[in-house]
């Protein structure tokens, strides 16, 4: 299968480091241009521009922002406009947790997992899709973690509210696929990209857990999304498909 992403201008958010980059780095040497979004990763932003730019012959832009601000999002837009002149496709691969109980929050510490899992979904749909309507052309895929379809008494906050987003995207996809634009979830497993907050034995002792023995290597989720924003899945939408090693089996 060719999956061929010449010429389109595809921006991921949260792509400095770890998943993001992997899938900015996979979808570069498919031909897309790309529009590399980070908040506070400057360096490792640049570092991955680099590394892009290095290996592949197309375009790069930086471009940082909070996600959960809709003006910040407004502003990427405008930048981007002038750059590339508009953006093909979205993978919303940021995003915000905090490992506890609910009972260790204090009220003012979850709006923020709410405003980036949640409203930093609508903040980009509102702001870039009109233009994929306008065009009849665009796809936007959205990351989440399985704990958003099984729930998960440690991610509480951020499983809710990508749980809120799932519904979001089927709802979208049911508005705009007149429009020939798709919206799609992708939902993972644990990922070990080598910065989790969980060492070695704990890694060893969650990874048994998994049907296939092992955790996700960023190489293993990749290939999803470059499937999602090729050409390959024109008629798929308002889905959810979890990569994740099999440890949830979702019907
Ligand atoms: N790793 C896993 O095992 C796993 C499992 C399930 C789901 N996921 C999901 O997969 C995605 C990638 O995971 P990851 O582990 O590579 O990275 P991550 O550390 O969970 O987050 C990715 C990026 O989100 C950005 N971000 C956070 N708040 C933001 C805001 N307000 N506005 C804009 N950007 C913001 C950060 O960018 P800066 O660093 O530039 O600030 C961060 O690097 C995340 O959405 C994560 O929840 C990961």
Partial sequence: ???????????????????????????????????????????????TA????????????????DLAKIEDVTKIKDELDHRLGGIDCIVNNAGFSQMKSFFQYKPEEWKQEVDVCFYGVLNLVHTFMPEMIDKRKGKFV??????????????????????????FLKSLAQEVGKSNVQCNTVSFGLINHGSLDFNEAALEKIAKQY???????????????????????????????????GHSMLG
């Fill in 50 to 65: 680099n590394e892009i730019k290095e290996a592949y012959s197309v375009e790069v832009h930086l471009v940082k922002g």
């Fill in 211 to 245: 049907p296939l023995k092992r955790l996700g290597k960023v190489e293993d989720v990749t290939g999803i999304i470059l499937f999602l924003l090729s050409n390959h899945a024109d008629w798929i939408t308002g889905q959810v498909i979890s990569v994740n090693g």
């Fill in 142 to 167: 959205n990351i989440v973690g399985d704990s958003a379809r099984t729930g998960d008494k440690h991610l509480i906050i951020s499983a809710a509210a990508r749980n809120g987003s799932i519904s």
């Fill in 1 to 47: 299968m060719d999956i061929d992403l010449k010429g389109k201008n595809v921006l991921i958010t949260g792509a400095a480091k770890g998943i993001g980059r992997g899938m900015a780095l996979a979808a570069a040497g498919e031909g897309a241009n790309i529009a590399l979004h980070y908040l506070g990763s400057e360096e490792a932003a640049a570092r």
